[in-house]
């Protein structure tokens, strides 16, 4: 198994600007969380879905952060207009089944905005 | 709510010296626990986890037992190795039904010297 993908690794953009972060999860699992990880604030949990449906996205810091995961094999997270306080490293995860189940993080997406 | 308190790091430690970072958590019933593990540039993996009281998980030499009369899982290994160096996060999830958020501490760093 490919494990979870997520693209690009890195993106460096202007302030302002629409970033769109994307998210292949492993096959066959039913959850998928998006986090961000800082220095200042450790991991936090932006949102998550099961069976392609959101269900809690009370993380997403502010309306200028969107999800969506059309289909069970791929999801997005988007910013628009970006921040500098944005950056930061998003990871994407998977899961299958209950919460005792493990998650299974993605190599994480570095975004510097400038 | 949940939550997951962890030792302040980093640790520093010799190679071959006796590793323990403390955890313990604050949860309603009896949450299942998990040990991550963070290499540089990488995401989180799974390194152990304990799903009812008692358990002791262990993986690559680590090792970590579910107290529930103190509420911990700290998580200890005899003799580190430099390979070890990593950030480590402690996490819970409840096991009642239709709630599947993980819960993660704020990681402890950990560096080994040769």
């Known amino acids: 198994d490919a494990g979870v993908i997520q693209s690009p690794r890195h993106e460096v953009t202007e302030m302002g600007q629409e970033v769109t972060l994307r998210c292949k999860p492993i096959?066959?699992?039913?959850?998928l969380f998006w986090y961000r990880q800082t220095m200042m604030r450790g991991l936090e949990l932006l949102i998550y879905?099961?069976?392609?449906?959101?269900?809690?996205d009370s993380g997403m810091p502010e309306d200028r952060f969107s999800a969506k995961m059309p289909n069970a094999s791929f999801s997005t997270l988007k910013i628009q207009p970006s921040e500098p306080r944005d950056s930061a490293v998003y990871f994407c995860?998977?899961?299958?089944?209950?919460?005792?189940?493990?998650?299974?993080f993605g190599p994480g997406t570095r975004l510097t905005v400038t | 709510g949940d939550s997951v308190t962890q030792m302040e790091g980093p640790v520093t430690l010799s190679e071959e010296a006796f590793l323990t970072i403390n955890c313990t958590y604050t949860?309603?019933?009896?949450?299942?626990l998990f040990w991550y593990v963070q290499y540089p540039g990488e995401g989180l993996q799974l390194l152990l986890k304990?799903?009812?009281?008692?358990d002791k998980g262990s993986n690559k030499g680590f090792e970590a037992t579910y107290r529930k009369e103190t509420t911990s899982f700290h998580l200890e290994k005899g003799s580190v190795q430099v390979s070890d160096s990593a950030v480590y996060f402690c996490?819970?999830?409840?096991?009642?039904?239709?709630?599947?958020?993980?819960?993660f501490g704020t990681g402890t760093k950990l560096q080994v010297i040769p």
């Open positions: 995860a998977s899961r299958r089944g209950g919460g005792w189940d493990e998650q299974y």
């Open positions: 096959s066959g699992h039913d959850y």
């Open positions: 879905f099961n069976n392609n449906v959101p269900i809690d």
């Open positions: 949860a309603t019933g009896y949450p299942s």
């Open positions: 304990a799903t009812k009281a008692d």
């Open positions: 996490a819970l999830t409840p096991n009642s039904g239709g709630y599947q958020k993980v819960t």
